[in-house]
DNA sequence: CGTGGTATTGGAAGCGCTTCCACGTCGTGC
DNA sequence: GCACGACGTGGAAGCGCTTCCAATACCACG
């Protein structure tokens, strides 16, 4: 490992003037730039970035706090905070969450040495967390959460639960189901709650009381999806369309209407809600959110908050989009629908 | 930002005994290490990795390097990779490549302050550029890539290619086509090579002379695989079956079928490669490859060659495995086949 | 020829930690 | 009562870098 003294010493300069080289500071004249240069080549000298972290207190790195990376919605976001870092000089530090105590561990480890900056993505972290957090001075970005003060990329999930059951009003129905997360859920997400929310002002505004069972809460899983569909549809008066508030759970509610037998969208209709790359091969109608957006929007908006004139905080809300497809039809519907769109 | 001295001096110690007590060092009294512990908790103190790395020599941080990360194959590996980490003290740093020049940059920049291990995915990389990351001292460990001296973790490309055209000759098809990757590609991947010639295998053993008309090559995208299938398939001979060397072109493939008024598998059967999601979706036969397992197995791979015992460099071979899904069947055949393999 | 800048430069200090060495302070065996 | 380990412990040195300060060289001007 070839140190920045070694380097000095080849070159014939002092320790400090390879440094203003590396770092383009001014006042090193063309001429030992030149040496100095030439002996980085020479020794294939790479500054060791720990070091420089340590004394420039910054590590060019920024972290990605996100829950469920196993999810395709995370997937999707990391995607576009990769895309913005491309061209940037940070490195990405991934911090995966998949328990409660994961949190805690990863927020309590934080601190300003590991990364300048942090992506929190979706999780609804607690005021103390984002208190210690921000006491080590690291710029903080959120994505798909919100907190006073902070910069983040939201959608309305409320108004996102509400388009999806106005367009099966719109088409006819009357009994509408709904299935989202548990609202107790241990992370405190409430993006499901509140797109149930916006279930309920569509069905207010239509006119219609929902029954109390047909709104089902389990947890984010494909299989979970199938059960409470299966729940719905083997009940004495089934719906004839379900919202569901993720495409993964669409994708079980789908299953279990053809293991009752049952054809979709004649008999039941279901809507989804993020828009993954799942949801074209099923036909899936469904709410589609920017992931890819939020999680470039939110890389840009924390490089901009680590450069030199870090800008208000702002809350950047992104639309979402009623993507129509073949698994909604008026109730009773005899004939397939017609075109799909991508 | 608390430092090691205040505790120490909050304590009544010495930094030394601080330091001793947070890497749990043999040498220091149950009363001392209880009253650090105190003031450690009591100051909230967090040793800072930096400073800790630079001054141990390594940084408890292993580096992915992944091409296309934005591909399904990728994501899933990493998945895999998260997971076998998820219980090590180790931070994961995720090293993009989408060019040829990302990877020079990443192998020139990296050094051992980065990333004690990589983990270097499905890249082909060069013996100078293997050279210089070995020079750092960094353990190095090849998924779905193979160099002498490596630990790696691979599939055989040939049998897999053997295996789904083998599949199809089974099946009584014997205009058969391929479709690949561009075999001279700028970052030297050559596993579509390797599948093309398990194609020739199985061919040859089969007493079927390929018809050089009927492969083709493309870039590794949806769009590509429906352009070489239509191309395939507005022949004057059209297959009646394609071996495609990725799930997403044979989902393109499978759009080119559609679009020229065919049907799947009826006039012409498709088998895809890898058997991501997708592939149970668009009921795709396919050659699954163990990609979760061999992201969890690499990183499980490079923990232990981190570790104390670093046990002799190893090459794994995972097995492929063929899932015969709704997309295949004997060439004109007349009823939908029946039955899914999830 | 003296004065005050400006342009370069070397090098020390310090970032926060680990680790090694030296220094007590005991307890033990003689 | 003394020598000798073993055990705890403090603190200096050093990891490789940045940055600041002082020093030098050089210039133009009067």
Redesign the interface.
């Known amino acids: 490992?070839v140190t920045i003294r070694e380097v000095a010493a080849h070159a014939g300069v002092g320790a400090g003037t390879v440094s203003r080289v590396i770092n383009e500071s001014a006042g090193v004249s063309p001429t030992t730039r030149a040496r100095v240069l030439e002996s980085i080549a020479t020794l294939q000298y790479?500054p060791?970035?720990?070091?420089r972290?340590?004394s420039r207190g910054r590590?060019q790195?920024i972290g990605v706090i996100v829950p469920f990376?196993?999810q395709?919605s995370a997937?999707e976001r990391l995607?576009g905070v990769?895309a913005a870092l491309?061209g940037s000089r940070y490195?990405?530090?991934?911090?995966?969450v998949?328990t409660p105590e994961h949190r805690a561990e990863h927020v309590?480890?934080l601190?300003?040495?590991?990364a300048d900056g942090l992506l929190v993505m979706s999780l609804p972290l607690a005021d103390d967390e984002l208190a210690r957090i921000m006491a080590?001075g690291m710029a903080v970005v959120l994505v798909d959460a919100q907190h006073e003060g902070l910069p983040a990329v939201v959608t309305d999930d409320t108004e996102g639960g509400r388009m999806a059951t106005e367009h099966l009003v719109d088409l006819g129905h009357r009994r509408i189901g709904f299935m989202g997360d548990d609202p107790d859920n241990e992370f405190g997400f409430n993006s499901s709650a509140l797109r149930e929310t916006g279930y309920r002002v569509a069905m207010a505004d239509a006119g219609i009381t929902p029954d109390e069972a047909l709104v089902l809460h389990g947890p984010h899983e494909r299989g979970v999806g199938t059960e409470l569909a299966g729940q719905l549809l083997s009940g004495p008066e089934p719906p004839t369309a379900i919202v569901c508030c993720s495409d993964v759970q669409a994708a079980g509610a789908i299953e279990a209407i053809r293991a009752a037998g049952l054809r979709m969208p004649q008999d039941v209709s279901v809507v989804g809600f993020d828009d993954i790359?799942?949801a074209t091969?099923?036909g899936l109608t469904t709410v589609r959110r920017p992931l890819f957006h939020s999680g470039q929007l939110g890389a840009r908006l924390l490089l901009e908050a680590l450069g030199v004139h870090p800008p208000e905080p702002q809350v950047h809300e992104l639309d979402l989009e009623l993507v129509t497809r073949t698994s909604t039809a008026p109730p009773g519907a005899t004939s397939e629908p017609q075109g799909e769109t991508t």
Chains 1, 2 share one sequence.
């Open positions: 490992m790479r060791n970035p720990l070091a972290g340590l590590c790195t990376f196993t395709a997937i995607r990769v491309g490195d990405l530090v991934l911090f995966d998949e309590a480890t601190n300003r040495q590991r080590t790359e799942m091969h099923l």
